[in-house]
């Protein structure tokens, strides 16, 4: 299944209001194609490709000084 897409720009948020490039994925054709609300993605970029996975939640780290 592909799906071409267009790239956005959008500001970020903060002090200078950065535009960067967006990407905006949403519609019927993610559930067709096994990704639910609620589940985690891994993304990878290799070279001019993005890749998304299905992957569990991130660990979660705790940063004990003692």
């Given at each position: 299944m592909a799906r071409k897409l267009k790239v956005y720009e959008q500001s970020m948020s903060g002090s200078s209001y950065t535009?960067?490039?967006?990407i905006i994925l949403k519609g019927q054709w993610l559930k067709?194609?096994?990704?639910?609300?609620?589940?985690?993605?891994?993304?990878?970029?290799?070279?001019?490709?993005?890749?998304?996975?299905?992957?569990?939640?991130?660990?979660?780290?705790?940063?004990?000084?003692y």
């Open positions: 535009q960067v490039p967006t067709a194609a096994g990704f639910e609300a609620g589940q985690y993605v891994e993304v990878v970029c290799e070279g001019n490709k993005i890749i998304l996975s299905k992957t569990t939640a991130p660990e979660l780290t705790t940063n004990k000084s």
